[in-house]
């Protein structure tokens, strides 16, 4: 019976669904593991098979599954008034969801909307940022800087700024107000200190500043760290040397909190707390409904605003929005989300979990085929080589990882597989006991398959 469940849904996935990553000459004949439900830290497979979720689902999971604070939540707002126009109608659960989280980002960042997901939030700063260059009166200030290795969403705007070539080909993406920087991967600093490394960042970006004119650029537009493009954590004191640099050519500096945000790195967003910097808007998804429901936003700075709004606004409507922008439930759940963390102390709980994290990662630099590990709060990542003297991310090792992934997936665990990497980013819950139980399928899956 439960082997015909599995049956009929791996025949639909096949027959009938476009996977967000579908290798083509596959379609309809691969498909995917199934699961049936979840609980905790906890994903089960058909006949009760439990993994530890590693991603967290795609970096979201934070409060783990089965809370029944957020199940109720989003069952009594769908009774109660599941949806309003957000063009016409206010409802307490978007409002008191805004006001809750202008108290947990940094400075000024007051003002919240309301999109649909990280994609749509990205993109939604984006567009404000050429309405907010078109208001003051300055229209040719529209370019937008963006990181090699950086990733923003799937929008057609979003993608064209996501520095991931590998997602380029066959897709027309346009570019052509779109510039972009090195990856600020330490690994690429060769034989530059970090400090040199990061002069020449800086350099890069000034030298870019002064090519193509400050009064054409509008935003630089970065992840606090660069999650989906490898875990990438960029030098100390990068981002507030770049956030000075955006300052000085009133450039808008948008922080892509999409994965950071919501406890990840251990403070409720990392622009400000771990990383030094107030952004002028930070865009955010994923955590803020531990993934229950699809929601995502932006905080823009009350000093932004200004310029453009009251006396200044010059006559203009901000005219961009979704159906679901301020979607009752989807609030509703956001909210009983962070009260729950809040009431749980989840952030807390993540920030002293990250060290405990760190060094167990880090322990597994002992076995061959490990280059390095890297983490931050709750995200990290295994850097897989057979032979280290190669460039990164070539086949033989991406290969090797794929491998390691599924001898894990076999023993219990879900390792997302990136390239070369093997990343893990648990629900913020997790236990140190739990943080063993991972890196001991690890451990015996690298040494197994190395
Ligand atoms: N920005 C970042 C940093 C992301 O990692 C992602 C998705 O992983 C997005 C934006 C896009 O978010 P979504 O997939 O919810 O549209």
Redesign the pocket.
Known sequence: MAENRTGDVEAAVREHILLPAQEMAKLGKATQPVLTHAEGIYVFAEGGRRLIDGPAG??CAQVGYGRKEIVDAIAHQAMVLPYASPWYMATSPAAKLARKIASLTPGDLNRIFFTT??????DSALRFSEFFNNVLGRPQKKRIIVRYD??????AL?AACTGRTGNWPNFDIHQDRISFLSSPNLRHAGNRSAEQFLDDLVKEFEDQIEALGADTIAAFLA?PIL??GGVIIPPKGYHARFKAICERHDILYIS?????GFGRCGEWFASEKVFGIVPDII?F??GVTSGYV?L?GLAISEKVLARISGENAKGSWFTNGYTYSNQPVACAAALANIELMERDGIVDHAREMADYFAAALASLTDLPGVAETRAVGLVGCVQCMLDPTRPDGNDDDKAFTRKIDERCFELGLIVRPLGDLCVISPPLIITRAQIDDMIAIMRQAISEVG
Request: hydrophobic letters at 30%; charged letters at 15%; aromatic letters at 8%.
């Open positions: 795609m970096w997901g990280g994609s749509t939030a990205v950086g990733y923003h969403g799937s929008t979003t992840e999650a989906s892509d909190e999409v994965v950071t865009t998804a994923k699809p995502g």
